[in-house]
């Protein structure tokens, strides 16, 4: 089982980021996705779930209305599209997959908002 997280790197105020999450050795399209961040000092946190087949997603209020989750099924890929990025975001990013009682976690990417 893998989930190995990209995308992440160095941005602006302001600016946007696209994490990706690509999964394989379990049966991805079966699984809810979520995306975790964790900032130093800080307990890890729910950014933004979606649900196996995509149709319902939920966000944390830090993330409403700047953060899209979505998922490719096809792809066994989830995705979190980041805009208007925050110093505050800035943290390592975990991918997260889960059914019932199982649960995969990524090794984590890191977003860094500065100027």
């Known amino acids: 089982v893998q989930l190995v997280e990209s995308g992440g790197g160095l941005v602006q105020p302001g600016g946007s980021l696209r994490l990706s999450c690509a999964a394989s050795?379990?049966?991805?399209?079966?699984?809810?996705m979520s995306w975790y961040r964790q900032a130093p000092g800080k307990e890890r946190e729910l950014v933004a779930a979606?649900?196996?087949?995509?149709?319902?997603?939920n966000y944390a209020d830090s993330a409403k209305g700047r953060f899209t989750i979505s998922r490719n099924n096809a792809k066994n890929t989830v995705y979190l599209q980041m805009n208007s990025l925050k110093p505050e975001d800035t943290a390592v990013y975990f991918c997260?997959?889960?059914?019932?009682?199982?649960?995969?976690w990524g090794q984590g990417t890191q977003v860094t908002v500065s100027s």
């Open positions: 050795g379990f049966s991805f399209s079966s699984y809810a």
């Open positions: 997260n997959g889960k059914r019932v009682k199982t649960i995969y």
């Open positions: 979606i649900s196996s087949a995509g149709v319902t997603t």
